[in-house]
């Protein structure tokens, strides 16, 4: 699989966000249309069956739709991420409805002054309607939140909410020490008293809501999947905005980059990454100590060690 990252560049300025994207914040170097469409190319060439495209805010692309249907006409299923608040019935209407696995809409609050003090400048009204019109579209809807200490209590409120709105899965699980969150962290993390209720609020859900809407938190937390990672590598390589491949979203290392090399070949260096000893021991550092990953955005190509400027 492949997670694309479309752009950095956002609509929002989200407290919370792992990929410090926010307005006018587009990355050096992104991948042009041009460049988009041939490694879209590429994707279909290699059989690829799902990539979900993110950001940022994806649909603010230009070519964001015509990449979507290239993908789509050769057979490829996607996941489209959006925070919903300029994501309209039209923009719905206009994605390749055979191909959409799902689309993802972030709601980070069941009130407006709460959903806003996380995302600001969003507007809790227009994600509502976003996710509506995902629905109305027939397209499957997931319901994703990021529990901080702003949002937190209305945990149960907002998974009644993505039940009302027709999700079919609601999407969780302990904040990310990772880009914008890594520095508001002691602002947003909540503690462990808070953690143990949210989870046994989620265990709750899921068996009421069993059969009608599925809760995904497991693993929990980012450690977890860390831990995990070191015995079972993941096999989906993370395209950053400018084509750069990164071996994982938690770990600061590079191995490839679409813009000089071919997709084969950025998926055999992927591959090989993974048993590289720094890959190794940086998976172990960052599951034995979360404040290691504050250090995930700043990029070094594991090759030669060289920093990347963002």
Known sequence: MITWQLTRDCDLACLHCCTDSAPGKALAG?????????LADQIVAAQI???????????IAPHFFELAQRLADGGVLLK????????????????????IRSVQVSIDGATQAVYARQRPGGDLGRVKKAARAVVKAGLPLEITFAPSKINIHEAEAVIDLALELGAFRFNTGRLMRLGTAAKLWDRLCPDGKEYEKFYNLLVRKENELAGRMELCFRPFSLKEELEARTTEPSGTLLVLPDGKVKVSAPLPYLCADLKTQSLRDAWAAYREAWSHPKVVAGLAAAAASEERLAEANRWVMLENDLPVVV
């Open 80 to 99: 489209i991420e959006t925070n919903g608040n300029r994501f309209s019935e039209a923009q719905a209407a206009r994605l390749p409805k055979a191909a």
């Open 30 to 38: 992104e991948l042009t249309r041009v460049e988009a469409l041939a």
């Open 49 to 59: 069956p799902y990539v979900m495209v993110v950001g940022g805010e994806p649909t």
